[in-house]
Nanobody
């Protein structure tokens, strides 16, 4: 069982930065692929970034490539999403997910989810 708690969201002007954090419980955190996903109003959940248990980046959605960076600290059971050059279209609820033993960006293959944190980017 893994519990995930996100933090770091907020309101920021376009061009600004935020760093999201995801704190995970459980002793097997290092066995999970971790991903960040987002959902805007009236839209489906969208993959943003994912990182393997060993720290290899699995990829980013094209719209955030070069602006967002995912990282993890297995010793602290933490995953981060550094978001730079934010745009109004980045506005969404951002959630982290954990997938046991799979190198995947498919949200259907994630086993655990946090409650999400709101990111709002004003123009």
């Amino acid at each position: 069982q893994v519990q995930l708690v996100e933090s770091g969201g907020g309101l920021v002007q376009a061009g600004g930065s935020l760093r999201l954090s995801c704190a995970a419980s459980g002793r097997t955190f290092s066995s999970y692929t971790m991903g960040w996903f987002r959902q805007a109003p009236d839209k489906e959940r969208e993959f943003v970034a994912a990182i393997s248990w060993s720290g290899s980046t699995l990829g980013y959605v094209d719209s955030v490539e070069g602006r967002f960076t995912i990282s993890r600290d297995n010793a602290k059971n933490m995953v981060y999403l550094q978001m730079n050059s934010l745009k109004p279209e980045d506005t969404a609820v951002y959630s982290c997910g954990a997938s046991y033993g799979r190198r995947t960006v498919d949200p259907a293959r994630y086993d655990y989810w946090g409650q999400g944190t709101q990111v709002t980017v004003s123009s």
